[in-house]
């Protein structure tokens, strides 16, 4: 029997494909607007176009993008860390913590002196605690598994939904508003600056993400299975924990909770191309970053001047196409 | 030859559950040793001692002359594969991905090699699966699954193999083919321990029984000698006969 290739050209053609769109994305969606805004003005120096196309809007796609790479990566390593496809960016409750630091700085209306708004701040405070305490809780003595990192996650996430509910039944009408709009989650233009600090972070821990893929495949069919394979399960349940957690928590901190990009991009992307972690990981990040930035460019044009917030946009594009998909399956198995 | 493992006086508790109490062996390379048992004499827990996966036990085992606990999951991995009952597999692999597995720990790196692909066709032809190496592993049968199983445990290729009940969902003709492969591996030179509830098959075909009662060990010894009447009717609480017939020992289990 002749001897199979390995699957690297299969990643890397996908690899190639996703990229592509991902690029593809990044170019065409600042050029997208209310206002008319054109590329050989701006790259003449000619304003507003200039400020239209390179403060506001390639930045915030930028933003996009760096939020649906995130957001779908921690998703797919959360849900084979859990051994549940229905795991979400959110489920072991670091989004939750980040919103309820990012509304306790919106009541307490502190005034920093910070060159970024304070409740960024709240929200990375929030997140890291939460952190803390799921990693300690999640631990029973020295060990830990996906069902104990599970419940403890889902405790402290309803225990902070709990928070936040009560304390905003506190707020003034200002404040109850701007409450209720970080929690719907959207995309705000942020100075390269903070974008470049953010890649600073995402990309050493997407990257090390992306490098361990052969282990969340043993990891994805069971810790049994992965520990009698080679894998050392505990260091790897923590280190997923962390960086899933560390890649939704600095999104949300930015952008508050987006809800199904992390949900429906592994998922459509498992469906067509499998499980294994290897193409899997990398290509969610690509089209996961795809996926927002298109979702947002949509969020900010259709109804202009007003915004739909893309938390609505992601699902109500994305579970169409979800459904349309799945019965296009159909023989296959549901998930 | 030396012993692989060595057990002395392994003593294991859940809560205030005793399942083993003070088991003392040796396992040597080169033999296919059974381990019986009633439900809940701690064959498994024993089993996933030998596999380190069940490091909670006092008294001491030793593999290879070190503590089990003692070994890096890796290095372990290259010369003991357990091949569990059965695997609930959330996600779309295929059959041959999950083989794949198997060659974790001597890959480096994200992709396998060559060498890493021939284990994997070696395997899936041991275990008569390569038929349905392309399928999904949530669409295969019990038995086509456990076949799939031990392909990835073979791809290891181990020294030791651990399996926990591997005939469970098989058809006869591949519990057979199941217990010839094993006793052809044996005669390469590997140690195989298979905790089943087929004393039949494993009179048949082991060099050994080690039957397991209330967590100690109540036989020790070739089937024969293991396997008697009176053995069954003490550890099992079946009455039984032992019959000989076309060269071998049957035991019939009355009502």
């Known amino acids: 029997m002749p001897v199979e290739s390995a699957p690297r050209r299969r990643v890397l053609t996908a690899l190639a494909v996703c990229s592509a769109i991902a690029a593809l994305v990044l170019l065409v969606a600042p050029l997208i607007g209310s206002s008319s805004a054109s590329l050989p003005r701006a790259l003449a120096g000619i304003s507003p176009d200039r400020e239209v196309l390179f403060e506001l809007r390639l930045p915030r796609v930028i933003l996009a993008m760096i939020a649906g790479a995130c957001l779908s990566l921690a998703g797919a390593l959360f849900q084979a860390l859990l051994r549940d496809a229905l795991a979400t960016p959110y489920t072991l409750g670091v989004s939750s913590g980040s919103a309820l630091g990012a509304v306790c700085s919106i009541l307490l209306g502190f005034r920093l002196a910070l060159p970024f708004p304070v409740h960024w701040l709240g929200a990375i405070i929030g997140a890291a605690l939460v952190l803390g305490l799921v990693l300690h809780l999640g631990s029973e003595g020295a060990r830990m598994s996906s069902f104990t990192l599970l419940l403890a996650g889902v405790t402290i996430n309803s225990i902070c939904l709990a928070l936040i509910l009560f304390l905003h039944s506190f707020a003034t009408l200002m404040q109850s508003f701007s409450i209720t709009r970080w929690l719907m989650g959207g995309i705000d233009p942020v100075d390269l600056k903070t974008l470049a600090s953010l890649l600073a972070v995402v990309v050493p821990v997407a990257g090390f993400v992306l490098w361990k893929a052969r282990e969340w495949n043993l990891l994805a069919v069971g810790e049994e299975w992965a520990e009698s394979r080679g894998v050392d399960v505990q260091w790897l349940l923590r280190f997923g924990y962390l960086a899933g957690s560390l890649l939704t928590g600095l999104v949300t901190a930015f952008t508050g909770p987006i809800g199904f990009v992390g949900l429906i991009v592994p998922h459509a992307l498992r469906m067509r191309f499998g499980a294994d972690h290897r193409l899997l990981l990398p290509c969610s990040l690509l089209l996961g970053a795809a996926f927002l930035a298109i979702c947002d460019t949509v969020a900010r044009t259709v109804l202009a001047p007003a915004e739909i917030p893309v938390g609505v946009l992601t699902a109500l594009l994305g579970g169409p196409f979800f459904i349309w998909l799945l019965r296009s399956r159909r023989r296959s198995l549901w998930l | ?255």
């Open chain 2, 1 to 255: 030859m030396s012993a692989l493992y060595e057990l002395q006086g392994v003593c294991m508790r859940y809560g205030a559950a005793e399942i083993l109490r003070g088991v003392t062996l040796d396992l040597s390379p080169g033999s296919l040793v059974t381990l019986a048992g009633p439900n809940g004499a701690g064959k498994s827990t024993l089993l996933g001692i030998l596999a380190a996966l069940r490091p909670g036990f006092s008294g001491t085992c030793r593999f290879g002359g070190r503590d089990v606990r003692q070994w890096t999951r890796r290095a372990l991995a290259r010369d003991v594969a357990f091949v569990p009952q059965s695997l609930k597999v959330e996600f779309p692999f295929t059959a041959e991905q999950v083989v794949l597995m198997g060659r974790t720990p001597y890959c480096d790196g994200l992709f396998e090699s060559d060498a890493d692909w021939r284990e994997v066709d070696r395997a899936l032809s041991l275990t008569d699966a390569v038929a349905f190496r392309k399928r999904d592993f949530r669409t295969l049968s019990g038995g086509e699954k456990q076949r799939v199983i031990l392909a990835a445990a073979l791809a290891q290729t181990p020294r030791v193999l651990l399996l926990d009940e591997p005939t469970t969902w098989l058809d006869l003709r591949h519990q057979i083919a199941l217990y010839q492969l094993l006793r052809r591996l044996c005669g390469e030179g590997m140690l195989v321990v298979a905790v089943t509830h087929d004393l039949n098959l494993a009179a048949a075909y082991s060099d050994r029984v080690i039957l397991l009662d209330g967590g100690a060990v109540a036989a020790d010894a070739v089937p024969g000698e293991a396997l008697s009447a009176e053995r069954i009717q003490s550890v099992f609480g079946v009455t039984a006969r032992v019959a000989e017939a076309d060269g071998r020992q049957w035991i019939l289990y009355a009502g």
